[in-house]
């Protein structure tokens, strides 16, 4: 009898039993993640993601869970919600982290252009989304063309020369420059398109370096090609959204708007020259959505 006395006082909350986490749980959670993982699948399109989105939603103890399996895999979980999924995007010691060496390969670029593929990412990015509130209202949809973004690196190019003309400084990369700023006066000196037919030379080109990136982000579900105009025109998906509101605080990103060529009018950003700003020191290595 005093066994059950000392039970029923210190051991009152029974619902954890109940609460105990199953194999089907863990099983559930980890096909959660899994959907995750598949950045172009739609909730609406597949009853069996929808209906873990709203477990997840509805249940905190499967909600942990499921967020724990994502962290176990060097996964952080940016939203989970009807619109996005479960969109994820990979730590740097994730697993599923993607580089900018196996990029470069996949897209069968040339190792001395990694500083400008991850200039084109930049670009896409500050053109899709070129004001904060556009990233916080989750209703807007950003729209980007590869030769929008070709015009509006060169534009901010010409920018920074003058900008350094002006104050007498070496407009030649240096050996010792950071790789970012070498980027920016390479690539003003890229051929736009490509002097010939080759294959290898026009990937090259700083439209050929664009549609790599915008192929690339279209693959991962971050956009989708709506036109042929002007090499191709895109508009962001949620994911994307979620992707360039967490690498927001990136300096080389505010940098790059704060040279104010982006405004926006019906949505579609346009290029119009830049007023006159602060100086600002480029920073190196921007190869996002990429760890180095």
Known sequence: MT?????????APAPAVSAAVTPADAADAARLVAFGLQPKLQPARDQEYADLLRRHREDPAFARLADAVAAGLGLVVLEVSPRAGMAVTAAEDSVFAV???????????????????????????AMAFPRPEDLADDGYIGRVSVHGVDSFVRQA???????????????DPATDAPGLEAAWRIWARRSAAGATKDA???????TGIVGKAVAFLTDSGFLQRTGDDNGGTYRTTARYQLQVRDMAGSAAL????????????????????????DDLELVADAGLPFHS
Request: hydrophobic share 35%.
């Open 99 to 125: 580089r900018m060496g196996d990029y470069a390969r996949r897209t069968s670029a040339d190792g001395g252009d990694r500083f400008l593929h991850g200039l084109a990412h930049l670009a896409v990015a």
């Open 200 to 206: 290898r030379r026009l990937a090259g080109s700083t």
């Open 157 to 171: 190019c010409r920018r920074l020369e003058e900008r350094a003309e002006e104050q007498g400084e070496n407009t």
């Open 3 to 11: 066994e059950h006395v000392e039970w029923s006082d210190t051991e």
């Open 254 to 277: 505010a940098e790059l708007l704060e040279l104010g060529v982006v405004p926006v009018t019906d949505g579609t950003p346009t290029l119009l020259p830049a007023e006159e700003t």
